[in-house]
């Protein structure tokens, strides 16, 4: 499905406008419904730091909790002026065109591709290090493993951390 027919299907799902900064999706919050990125760019921001910026008209936002039926994963805020459409009840939309549900799953099989290149490399570069570096591949074949659970990775700053 390309940008074109993407934004026909949502045609007639509500507007919303944002404003340069005005958050659109906040991290932790429970979600239910699925943004389509009319016009502008969005920052996708975990923590404060800006991890992704999105600009493609057509772009699907809030999916992943949707899916997965968790809160948000990250606060997503308008970066300039900004037209989103709200899609409540995305369910329908997916039952109702395969293709449309498709597209979500070449777009979240994209990034997962470039993710796991880029985690095969730094398990490759962690390999032989020791000490807290060293731990970079056992962390790393924890979060690739897909048992279904959570993974606490941990950090530094938790007195009982997993690793």
């Known amino acids: 499905m390309n940008v074109d027919a993407v934004l026909e299907l949502t045609d007639r799902a509500?507007?919303?406008?944002?404003?340069?900064?005005?958050?659109?999706?906040?991290?932790?919050?429970?979600?239910?419904?699925?943004?389509v990125l009319e016009s502008g760019a969005l920052s996708i921001?975990?923590?404060?730091?800006r991890i992704?910026?999105?600009?493609?008209?057509?772009?699907?936002?809030?999916?992943?909790?949707l899916l997965l039926g968790l809160p948000a994963t990250?606060?997503?805020?308008?970066?300039?002026?900004?037209?989103?459409?709200e899609v409540s009840d995305a369910d329908a939309l997916f039952d109702e065109h395969p293709p449309f549900a498709r597209h979500v799953a070449?777009?979240?099989a994209r990034r997962l591709h470039r993710i796991m290149s880029y985690l095969d490399d730094l398990q490759r570069q962690f390999a032989d290090e020791r000490g807290t570096l060293g731990l970079v591949p056992q962390v790393l074949d924890d979060l690739l493993r897909d048992s279904g659970d959570d993974i606490d990775a941990g950090s530094d700053r938790e007195?009982?951390?997993?690793y």
Request: no cysteine; glycine share 12%; charged share 25%.
């Open 52 to 65: 992704n910026r999105v600009a493609e008209p057509g772009a699907v936002l809030g999916e992943i909790g």
């Open 14 to 35: 509500p507007r919303r406008s944002l404003a340069d900064g005005e958050l659109l999706i906040a991290a932790e919050a429970p979600r239910s419904t699925l943004f």
């Open 74 to 85: 990250a606060d997503v805020r308008a970066d300039g002026p900004v037209v989103v459409r």
């Open 106 to 108: 070449t777009t979240l």
């Open 159 to 162: 007195a009982d951390s997993p």
């Open 45 to 49: 921001e975990r923590g404060g730091t």
